[in-house]
């Protein structure tokens, strides 16, 4: 598997493949040593899971976060969720395909994120239900095209969707995530999603 993953994105003109490990923690001291731009992890994974992995890499207090793209063939809820809450900013099945494989490292190492279709509805669903405990408020308040923003980017649109849907551009779009990241508490895009998903903001 790694070699097949190894030699799809070595074949693209833009990707470089710096390093292929057999365990988490091998993943991790690789990681730390290479600083790559993207890192692919498995969730089964011998020594540390790629869970345990995750949260190493990127998790909440990791100073200067990696960007972490978990692949395996196991779509449980259980799995994505803990994931994502880790700090991945992508999820994919194995049987996604070469395209989407593809797709996601790129999306990571543009600072969006790519979950598998066939699990980002289930996901959502899980982010929609009641909680016990609200949704934590901005620090300060978000402003209405960040609002905007916001809700794009819950419903899983890229930075380019959301610069053509609200007719701006690409880079004003990244200062509106900015800002948004800064006033909520959250690293990446996905934690961005949650919270809109869990504060009812988006249904």
């Not at 790694?2 to 990707?15: E, K, N, V, Y």
């Not at 993943?27 to 790559?36: H, K, Y």
């Not at 990696?66 to 799995?79: A, G, H, K, N, Q």
């Not at 490292?105 to 543009?110: G, P, Q, S």
């Amino acid at each position: 598997m790694r070699t097949g993953f190894r030699m799809i994105l070595d074949a693209q003109p833009d990707i470089e493949v710096v390093a292929a490990v057999a365990d988490g923690a091998q993943a991790v001291e690789q990681a730390r040593l290479l600083r790559p731009d993207v890192c692919l992890l498995d969730i089964r994974m011998p020594r540390l899971d790629g869970l345990e992995v995750t949260r190493i890499l990127c998790g909440p207090g990791v100073p200067d976060p990696m960007r972490v793209v978990i692949v395996t063939t196991f779509d449980l809820d259980e799995y994505v969720y803990g994931a994502l809450r880790a700090g991945a900013c992508g999820f994919l099945l194995k049987d996604s395909g070469p395209t989407l494989l593809v797709e996601a490292v790129r999306a990571a190492a543009n600072g969006d994120a790519l979950v598998s279709p066939s699990v980002t509805v289930r996901l959502l669903r899980h982010l929609a239900k009641p909680v016990a405990v609200q949704a934590r408020p901005p620090r300060d308040p978000l402003t209405g095209r960040e609002m905007d923003v916001v809700r794009l980017v819950a419903r899983g649109r890229t930075n380019q969707e959301v610069a053509a849907e609200l007719f701006v551009s690409l880079s004003t779009v990244k200062t509106h995530l900015g800002s948004i990241q800064a006033k909520l508490g959250v690293r990446n895009r996905v934690e961005i999603a949650a919270w809109a998903w869990e504060s009812g903001i988006v249904r």
